[in-house]
């Protein structure tokens, strides 16, 4: 399966989970088109003061991976900074958020993968 950019759907999230700004968010495969157990397989884009609130996942873990930018990451009560080429993980009950406190575009590959 091959599937085009122009085909990928995109939606502005505004506030997600309590933060601040509208996160760009583009699936990059919809449910359906793979057959293994994720949730969400797509780009997030803050641009500058945009952020995700803290939020915990159950039953489930989320990956992100920064393609561009920095971000401030909240790794389950600590705060790191993360930038292009870093990765993290939030397991199963753990706590994160992440923000643009920078100047400059965040985007970060996002998986969320179901237990």
């Known amino acids: 399966m091959i599937k085009k950019h122009s085909d990928m759907t995109a939606k502005d999230r505004v506030n997600m989970r309590g933060g601040d700004g509208t996160v760009k968010a583009v699936d990059i495969l ?21 952020s995700i609130g803290s939020h915990v996942h159950e039953n489930e873990e989320e990956v992100f991976y ?32 992440i923000a643009n406190r920078s100047d400059k575009t965040l985007v970060v590959f996002a998986v969320i993968l179901t237990l």
Do not use: F, W
């Open 30 to 50: 919809d449910r359906g088109e793979y057959d293994g157990h994720a949730r969400l397989l797509g780009t997030l884009t803050l641009e500058p003061g945009c």
């Open 66 to 97: 920064v393609i561009e930018g920095t971000a401030e990451y909240n790794d389950d009560g600590k705060t790191v900074t993360l930038e292009a080429g870093d990765s993290c993980i939030c397991k199963n009950g753990q706590t994160h958020s």
